[in-house]
T-cell receptor, first 113, second 113 residues
């Protein structure tokens, strides 16, 4: 049973560029959440997708956007990259009504130069 | 808003020592509480959880009890191993919702042989 997978593993971009990160949820899960983890900090909630719609959003600017596809996979897009966007981006999947608790992927390390 | 406060790290212990990592929270309602562990270079793994007051979560020798009266969820282990070296995150989510997790900043644990 495959867990949560994310791609790419690492990414290097320059300021002002745009980036797309991808996530496939654990088999049977229908909800995907994205988190940003800055170095030495706890993960911060970006947003969550369920039934292809954004259901909840954290305190992140509109430069951060997402999408969920019919197969439940998801993308995180970040426009106009800033140096401060350098972080580990974590995807988590869960099942609505399946009880609390999420499964996290290994993350994508984004470096903005 | 909701918040989680963890004891400052790093924590350095010798093998077989007793471990306590303190966690307190501020939240409305009746949150579910979690401990996640992050090994070097990896994503987050759910270690244990508790969904209501006085519940005790346990896994791999780790335990934590949901104390509503003190708004705490301290992590304990009677005898740590070198393989327990990791960053530990306390987190909460509201009720039984599958929505966002609010994390503490994490506590780095190093266990020496």
């Amino acid at each position: 049973d495959a867990g949560v997978t994310q791609s790419p593993t690492h990414l290097i971009k320059t300021r002002g560029q745009q980036v797309t990160l991808r996530c496939s949820p654990k088999s049977g899960h229908d909800t995907v959440s994205w988190y940003q983890q800055a170095l030495g900090q706890g993960p911060q909630f970006i947003f969550q997708y369920y039934e292809e719609e954004e259901r909840q959003r954290g305190n992140f600017p509109d430069r951060f956007s997402g999408h969920q596809f019919p197969n439940y996979s998801s993308e995180l897009n970040v426009n106009a990259l800033l140096l401060g966007d350098s972080a580990l981006y974590l995807c988590a999947s869960s099942l609505v009504g399946g009880g609390a608790g999420k499964y996290f992927g290994p993350g994508t390390r984004l470096t903005v130069l | 808003g909701d918040s989680v406060t963890q004891m400052e790290g790093p924590v350095t212990l010798s093998e077989e020592a007793f471990l306590t990592i303190n966690c307190t929270y501020t939240a409305t309602g009746y949150p579910s509480l979690f401990w996640y562990v992050q090994y070097p270079g990896e994503g987050l793994q759910l270690l244990l959880k508790a969904t209501k007051a006085d519940d005790k979560g346990s896994n791999k020798g780790f335990e934590a009890t949901y104390r509503k009266e003190t708004t705490s969820f301290h992590l304990e282990k009677g005898s740590v191993q070198v393989s327990d070296s990791a960053v530990y995150f306390c987190a909460l989510t509201q009720g039984s919702s599958n929505y966002k997790l609010t994390f503490g900043k994490g506590t780095l644990l190093t266990v020496n042989p």
